[in-house]
């Protein structure tokens, strides 16, 4: 079965490195920050072209450490996207804001700027823009309106470490940005681990305070915060692994172009990932369209293919978030790709046999439902 991803056949192409990390730090003696956070926070930053990086324990922590920072907070409200991962808008409401949704681009399942207008209110405070599937949302438009109506634009890059928008690196696009390093994400740790990265140097030390309780000296805590630090153990991981970051996104970006090649004009009713002429996508997930997408799914199964729905249910009709009071059919969009959206295998540690595998696997079971 050729599944989205394969972490074992990840962790033996640089074994060595990654286990000589690991070993150095369970060595060291520091297991909290100290200078492997370090280390890897002026990496990662220099990576992205920022500033300053900060080490966080998640991706969804991430989001809400900016958040506090940015001084966002119970009556404020944060307009974001309506097709994500909940943990976009479960940040918001953790930081104690209220989350407002907007619509998406069909084409590319990123957030709709001229909706987002809409939603402004004199409470606004962020827009929170997710760069979906690894494709960088509009950050010109949307960054555009942050600074017409004084907000901050902040950026979940959880799925987009890398991606591109007019040659400039996630991570750039807004006042802040948020980072997942959760296994399965393109540059994944061995276990939870996340950055919020800016070029504001004072958002970034008040962040790092928002990290370790919201402390400003010892035992004086001035801001609202938590425990979100980033484990040394997983900073040295991905110390090892961030070198070889970018000839992994050169592979996701081949098998990408394969997949496309091999299924263009194979049937009308398959939609298949809009180009990227706006910048670099680093397909996060190769996410396809089509109006039976589980009997599609079901058809690659049998040809030992594996698929996964993301997402199937819009963040806004998520039974917690009921009192907010959203009905069916404000977000048009995002619900027919919530009933369509398939992703299928395309990661960096697919053989090239595996990348034409997936597409006679979906050939065939296009054939099928198509027909059937
Ligand atoms: C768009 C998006 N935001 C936030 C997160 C949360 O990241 P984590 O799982 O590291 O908390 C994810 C992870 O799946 C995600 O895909």
Redesign the pocket.
């Known amino acids: 079965m050729i599944n989205l991803a394969n972490l074992a056949r990840e962790h033996a192409l640089h074994h060595d490195e990654i286990e000589a990390a690991a070993l150095r730090v369970l060595r060291s003696g520091t297991y909290i920050l100290g200078p492997e956070v370090e280390a890897f926070q002026r990496e990662f930053a220099d990576y992205c072209g920022a500033r300053a990086a900060v080490g966080v324990s998640?991706?969804?922590?991430a989001?809400v450490v900016a958040l506090q920072a940015l001084g966002v907070g119970p009556g404020d409200e944060v307009i974001t996207t309506a097709f994500?991962?909940f943990?976009?808008a479960s940040a918001v409401v953790r930081a104690g804001a209220t989350p407002v949704f907007a619509d998406i681009d069909l084409a590319t399942f990123n957030l709709d700027p001229a909706d987002v207008e809409h939603r402004v209110t004199p409470r606004t405070k962020a827009i929170l823009a997710?760069h979906?599937f690894g494709r960088a949302a509009d950050t010109d438009r949307l960054g555009a309106l942050a600074a017409k109506h004084n907000l901050a634009l902040v950026e979940?890059v959880?799925?987009a470490a890398g991606a591109e928008r007019h040659g400039r690196r996630t991570g750039t696009l807004g006042t802040v940005a948020t980072f997942?390093?959760?296994p399965a994400?393109p540059l994944g740790c061995d276990g939870?681990g996340?950055a919020c990265v800016t070029h504001d140097p004072v958002l970034a030390d008040l962040m790092a305070k928002v990290r370790v309780t919201g402390a400003t000296a010892k035992n004086v805590h001035d801001l609202p915060g938590g425990n979100y630090r980033l484990a040394p153990l997983q900073a040295a991981i991905l110390r090892a692994k961030l070198p070889h970051y970018e000839g992994r996104i050169a592979k996701r970006r081949a098998n990408a172009e394969a997949l496309r090649q091999g299924l263009r004009g194979v049937s009308e009713r398959l939609v298949l990932p809009a180009d990227d002429a706006d910048g670099r996508h680093v397909y996060a997930q190769f996410t396809v369209r089509h109006p039976q997408r589980d009997a599609l799914s079901a058809a690659l199964k049998k040809h030992g293919v594996g698929s996964e729905v993301y997402y199937p249910v819009p963040m806004p009709s998520q039974k917690v978030l009921a009192h907010l009071g959203h009905a069916p059919g404000e977000f048009a969009n995002t619900e027919r790709a919530c009933a369509e959206v398939l992703s299928i295998p395309v990661h960096s540690e697919l053989g090239d046999s595996e990348v034409v595998h997936v597409v006679e696997a979906m050939r065939a079971a296009l054939a099928e439902v198509d027909q059937g």
């Open positions: 998640n991706g969804s922590d989001i994500s991962y943990a976009t997710v979906l979940d959880a799925q997942s390093f959760f994400k939870d996340g």
